[in-house]
């Protein structure tokens, strides 16, 4: 039943703007269950203060030169200051603490093998506390890097232990975020096996923490009564906190979206994937009583396409979809309900009543992601290739942001603008070209015929390859090994991939991407009740259509601000100051014409 426009300001409606109205990053609500049991003193005391200052030395100041210069990523001026030590006059603090720095140094050049080396040696009880506590940071550090999540996480409760109270907020945050990169099968076989009880704790709640909203508001004070004074209690991670509060529930929304026009493809995926989820939900008793489907191609405007729907009751807007029209409805200041747009925009949104949260699949969120990835698999000198015009110069953007402040170096950039500069642009950022060229001097030079094979640069180590369509990728992948760069490393973004088996994608071999859970097999019931519903091209849009309403069925979550964590279709999600929905896309890598998880 449509709500009428005289009902649409209800009480529950109003407390859903008022939600959303409330600052980012506010304080969530206090924890009543936690601290109420005798078993309080099960878990360490985490509110001690404790002393991680690093012990006297009389080479501090050659220490601390070697720790700025490092800052800075300059690890040949640190290797120097620590030669010129004098070995005879070290402490053993000294040693472990040059150790400390030396595995920080291997780190910066590349070489993880020697730095966990280092810092697994440090791993000693009678190690220094503040050496100690440094050494385990920068130890999960490299641990997350290397994607072994879970190993991080258990590392970070031993750290927390230790860390003085203004640490604690920022060692939480990320111990969380290492749970939730964590797959459910590793989560579910360290439950089977966990004695120290903050430990379980922490994969207990981990293991609740994507259920519905209805299964949320009881599983948590449960979690709660089970694991009173636990350091995850209070407040909850991830936006957990604000699950607790009574359910506010929009009684209709309405999902605008364009369905006759150009866009249309696209919108009806988006749709499929939402209504999807939603009957999903609503099949369990946790869904809004009322979906309105407006096609947005039927008005003149988005302004007045989010006006209609708003007249017919609508207490949330999902949508609009193309670029455009989130930018025009974003610089309106008299939106009167909450809107998960369906695109990110650059330009700043006009302030409003009410919240306008941007949810995308922008591909500048894999740039950085690749960036991450093969800097923590030990690349540190890159070549990217990338197609010209404005994709490609987003796409490069974004990773070069990334990869340079991570400490990588780009060796050289080019762009090419077709297939017919494919082989060509490889050469050039191969150097293929240079050592052609020294050949014809030396021959010209010595008036003979040489043998002769041509060599790549050496200082690369690294391969960005930043391909908009799986045609380019495939077309430029072999090229690589053709000009004598088969062994290099080779990272890509999703759109390298057709979302379906493809016999052609052989010529992906070896190639790594970051790509939507929902094509790595997340959800599957979710995706089965959507088949033969579109074509392949447009299933990542199911997949965004589905995070769509698991973002409207948690947007109190959102409150967390940057805190906000959620595990979805898409990516894990979280939230930036403008409001905009980041992903992080897990792993996988072409074996043969196979895409599989890594």
């Not at 999960?140 to 203004?166: C, F, T």
């Not at 989010?306 to 979809?321: E, H, M, S």
């Not at 990338?386 to 990869?403: I, K, N, V």
């Not at 097999?521 to 965004?544: H, I, K």
Request: glycine fraction near 6%; aromatic fraction near 6%.
């Amino acid at each position: 039943m449509t709500v009428k426009q005289s009902q649409f300001l209800h009480p529950a409606a109003l407390a859903l703007i008022a939600l959303l109205l409330q600052g980012c990053g506010s304080v969530p609500p206090q924890d009543k269950s936690a601290g109420t049991s005798t078993t309080q003193s099960t878990f360490k005391n985490q509110t001690s203060e404790t002393n991680v200052q690093l012990p006297p030395s009389q080479f501090h100041p050659q220490f601390a030169e070697a720790d700025e210069a490092l800052r800075q990523l300059d690890w040949m001026t640190a290797s120097t200051v620590l030669a010129l030590l004098d070995e005879e006059a070290l402490t053993r603090n000294d040693r472990d603490y040059r150790d400390y720095l030396l595995a920080r140094i291997d780190y910066v050049r590349g070489d993880q093998v020697q730095a966990s080396t280092r810092l697994k040696a440090l791993d000693r009880p009678e190690v220094a506390l503040g050496i100690a506590y440094r050494s385990y940071n920068f130890q999960r550090h490299l641990l997350s890097l290397q994607r072994a999540y879970l190993d991080s996480a258990r590392l970070g409760v031993r750290i927390m232990e230790i860390a003085p109270a203004k640490d604690l907020p920022g060692l939480k945050r990320s111990l969380w975020h290492d749970l939730q990169r964590s797959p459910e099968s590793e989560i579910a076989q360290a439950r089977s096996s966990a004695a120290d009880p903050t430990w379980l704790g922490w994969l207990e709640l981990a293991n609740i923490a994507n259920d519905n909203a209805t299964t949320l508001r009881t599983a948590l004070p449960r979690w709660q009564i089970n694991y009173p004074g636990h350091p995850a209690a209070s407040p909850l991670p991830g936006g957990l906190e604000y699950m607790l509060e009574p359910a506010v529930t929009p009684q209709q929304v309405a999902l605008v979206l364009p369905l006759s026009g150009r866009l249309a493809p696209a919108g009806k995926a988006i749709r499929d994937g939402y209504l999807a989820h939603y009957f999903t939900a609503r099949n369990k008793g946790d869904a809004p009583t009322e979906i309105k489907v407006i096609d947005s191609d039927l008005y003149g405007s988005a302004t007045e396409a989010y006006t209609v729907a708003v007249q017919q009751g609508a207490q949330l807007v999902v949508g609009p979809l193309s670029k455009a029209s989130v930018a025009e409805l974003a610089k309106q200041t008299n939106r009167v309900v909450p809107t998960i747009a369906l695109n990110r925009i650059d330009q700043p949104v006009a302030t409003s009543a009410t919240a306008l949260v941007q949810l995308s699949l922008a591909p500048a969120d894999e740039a950085r992601q690749l960036a991450r990835l093969a800097f923590g698999d030990g690349g540190r000198r890159a070549l990217v290739l990338r197609p010209a015009g404005r994709w490609g110069d987003e796409m490069e953007s974004a990773l070069d942001e990334q990869w340079r402040a991570l400490g990588g170096t780009t060796t050289q950039v080019i762009s090419y603008t077709g297939k017919d500069d494919y082989s060509s642009s490889v050469k050039s950022g191969l150097g293929i070209e240079a050592s052609e060229q020294r050949r014809r001097k030396l021959r010209d030079m010595l008036a003979i015929n040489l043998e002769f094979t041509p060599r790549r640069r050496a200082d690369l180590d690294t391969v960005f390859m930043l391909s908009r369509t799986p045609e380019e990728a495939r077309a430029i992948k072999p090229l690589l090994a053709f000009h004598y760069a088969g062994a290099l490393p080779v990272y890509a973004s999703s759109s390298a991939y057709g979302a379906r088996d493809d016999s052609r994608n052989q010529d992906l071999n070896g190639t790594t991407i970051v790509e939507l859970p929902w094509l790595l097999g997340s959800n599957p019931a979710l995706q089965q009740s959507l088949v033969g519903a579109n074509s392949d091209y447009y299933t990542r849009l199911n997949a965004l259509g589905a995070d769509a309403y698991l973002l409207q069925s948690r947007l109190v979550q959102l409150q967390a601000g940057p805190d906000a964590l959620i595990r979805g279709d898409t990516g894990l999600l979280t939230m930036n100051s403008q409001l905009q929905i980041v992903r992080e896309l897990p792993p996988a890598r072409f074996d043969g014409d196979r895409l599989k998880s890594l």
